[in-house]
């Protein structure tokens, strides 16, 4: 069954310090990936997706997110976090080789944000 | 342009009731998609609606329910409500007819709560 893993469930930096979260998926072929970022209390909101092509790709906020086939990643970068930041972040993934409309999400990674 | 819109934000109900939550989609999206975000258990995809039509079901009982209308606006009905289904229910649309490549934006969301 295709799953997502986010193996951090917590994570605490240091404002300016850069960030890394970490995304990986078993799926047997290269799925459509995206990572969504939700504040307390509030809907979703898409910081970037990976369709094909650039294994790098840039987002919103500063944030960029590099796509490994080989280690079946997405990892989700910042280099200088700010307060701002804090919030839950979900990577998700959809199947490339069949049209449900369904994304599957990871746990979430909770980002604590220190002054 | 406007966002994905939700309404209400806030629905109290005792058991057994039934609950009505609607969704508007972004101009020009004919795709609409339901989440449950439940305590401990994530983000489950719940229903697809795609030009009025229901494209995918995810794994829930058939006392959760929707349609979509012509105006691709929608809405999720769950009749007999549960003490679990409690949770904060996200609205997604997208552009609709494409495979895989159709990215998803959320609303803010209906916080449902069940006593």
């Known amino acids: 069954a295709q799953s997502v893993t986010q193996p951090d469930i917590h994570i605490t930096v240091s404002e300016g310090a850069s960030l890394e979260l970490r995304c990986n998926y078993s799926y047997g072929a290269t799925p459509y990936l995206f990572w969504y970022v939700q504040s307390p209390g509030q809907g979703l909101q898409l910081l970037l997706k990976y369709f094909s092509g650039d294994t790098l790709v840039q987002g919103i906020k500063g944030f960029e997110a590099e796509f490994k086939r080989s280690q079946s990643s997405f990892n989700l970068r910042k280099p200088s976090v700010h307060w701002s930041d804090a919030a839950e972040y979900f990577c998700a993934v959809e199947p490339s080789s069949s049209n449900t409309g369904k994304l599957i999400f990871g746990q979430g990674t909770t980002l604590q944000v220190k002054p | 342009e406007a966002g994905v819109t939700q309404s209400p934000t806030h629905l109290i109900k005792t058991r057994g009731q039934q609950a009505t939550l609607r969704c508007s989609p972004i101009s020009g999206h004919t795709s609409v998609y339901w989440y449950q975000q439940a305590l401990g258990l994530g983000l489950q995809f719940l229903l697809w609606y795609d030009e009025g039509e229901e494209r995918n079901r995810g794994n829930f009982p058939p006392r959760f329910s929707g349609r979509q209308f012509p105006n691709y606006s929608s809405e999720l009905n769950v009749n007999a409500l549960e003490l679990e289904d409690s949770a904060l229910y996200l609205c997604?649309?997208?552009?609709?007819?494409?495979?895989?490549?159709?990215?998803?934006?959320f609303g803010p969301g209906t916080r449902l709560t069940v006593l």
């Open positions: 997604a649309s997208s552009l609709g007819g494409q495979t895989g490549t159709d990215t998803q934006y």
